[in-house]
């Protein structure tokens, strides 16, 4: 766990010189109320397991971060046995795999993965606090994220906390 800390606080260094406060628009970005930790919630699926991984301390570290939220139903679509058990210490490390692959470090905005992924044929990787990649492709005004074989539609970009902008999806990145 001391190793995916470090592995985070170095990517979000490394990362936290690209974002902005505004999109590149030129248009203010709304910012909530609250940290990332309220806006994602305990109530919901994403977390909850979040806390099951022990990933729910890091929302409140110093350095921004965006988080692809999958919506409650992207969870309960997930087919039974897909996601790890974080009942055991294996299963918690395995689940904090595949979300800290939802967690980007700094604030990446929309209009931002937009225009790299504009300047680069429609497409744009984004690293993750994980070991995977996102992929991140347009359609028009629609954004799919994909991460191995898994892809989800951005449904709500943008949300702004305390501690960086929550992206919301409506699939589970595995």
Known sequence: MRKLITALAASALALSACASDENTAGNE?????GS???????????????????????????APYT??????EAFAAV????LPDA??????????????NHILPG???SDDIKKAAN?????????TLGEATLEANLDGDSMTLSAGGAAASVTEADS??????VHRVDAVLL
């Open 29 to 33: 970005v709304a910012e909530q109320d």
């Open 36 to 62: 990332l930790a309220n806006a994602i919630g305990a109530d919901s699926q994403f977390g909850r397991a979040m806390a099951a991984a022990g990933l729910d301390g890091i929302l409140n570290g110093p």
């Open 67 to 72: 988080l692809i939220v999958p919506s409650d």
């Open 79 to 82: 087919p039974d046995g897909t």
């Open 87 to 100: 009942g055991t210490e294996e299963g918690k490390e395995a689940l904090g795999a595949i979300l800290s």
């Open 107 to 109: 604030t990446i905005l």
């Open 119 to 127: 300047a680069n044929g429609g497409s744009v990787s984004l690293p």
């Open 160 to 165: 702004r906390y305390d501690e960086g902008v």
